[in-house]
């Protein structure tokens, strides 16, 4: 059972190139999210679903679009990449609303931006 | 701004010391969740706590929640140094229980 697995791992980008971060989860869940890392800020919520073909913004989402076409995948896209945009990024599942359940997370993301 | 603070920001303890770190939050919460994470890694989850309860163990943490001071606490007994790792509190928000809203952690550095 892999969990939640994050694709890639690491990658640098220059200033104003675009990418995608791929978060696949293989438990069925229902909810998904994404969030960054930065050092002192703990994690910040990007974007979350909360089943396939909904997304809605979190704490901080300028910058970034997601997409979850699939139930098990979801995915979080950088058009223009900024050095601001430097940082780890985690994807997380859930079951069900977290009233009632705790979140299983990926490994990670570590993205640079030059 | 982040709804949960972790006190101290950092704790370096021997092992076979207890360890506890503090959490406060702003707002009403349906619960509240203590994560680990290992450097490098990512999040696992440890332990969950509803509004209504004002403990919770399980094997060497034990939580506590005071819903009135808006705080929770962690304590690990007898500590070992593979519990070295960063400690977060993550509250779940009435209205908003779809997601997880974290605290700026805990570093904790276990020495033999």
């Known amino acids: 059972n892999a969990g939640v697995t994050q694709t890639p791992k690491f990658r640098v980008l220059k200033t104003g190139q675009s990418m995608t971060l791929l978060c696949a989860q293989d438990?069925?869940?229902?909810?998904m999210y994404w969030y960054r890392q930065d050092p002192g800020m703990g994690l910040r919520l990007i974007h979350y679903?909360?089943?396939?073909?909904?997304?809605a913004k979190g704490e901080v989402p300028d910058g970034y679009n997601v997409s979850r076409l699939k139930k098990q995948n979801f995915l979080l896209g950088l058009e223009s990449a900024a050095p601001s945009q430097t940082s780890v990024y985690f994807c997380?599942?859930?079951?069900?609303?977290?009233?009632?359940?705790?979140?299983?997370f990926g490994q990670g993301t570590r993205l640079t931006v030059v | 701004s982040q709804q949960g603070e972790e006190d101290p920001q950092a704790l370096s303890i021997q092992e076979g010391e207890n360890a506890t770190m503090n959490c406060s939050y702003k707002?009403?919460?349906?619960?509240l969740q203590w994560y680990r994470q290992n450097s490098g890694r990512g999040l696992v989850h440890l332990i969950l706590?509803?509004?209504?309860?004002r403990e919770k163990h399980s094997g060497r943490l034990r939580v506590t929640l005071d819903t009135s001071k808006k705080s929770s606490s962690l304590l690990i007994t007898a500590s070992r140094a593979a519990d070295t790792a960063s400690y977060f509190c993550?509250?779940?928000?009435?209205?908003?229980?779809?997601?997880?809203?974290f605290g700026t952690g805990t570093r904790l550095q276990v020495t033999l």
């Open positions: 679903s909360v089943g396939e073909g909904t997304t």
């Open positions: 706590i509803r509004s209504n309860e």
């Open positions: 997380a599942s859930s079951s069900r609303q977290f009233a009632n359940t705790e979140a299983f």
């Open positions: 438990m069925n869940h229902e909810y």
């Open positions: 707002t009403s919460i349906n619960n």
């Open positions: 993550a509250t779940a928000v009435g209205g908003t229980a779809s997601k997880l809203t």
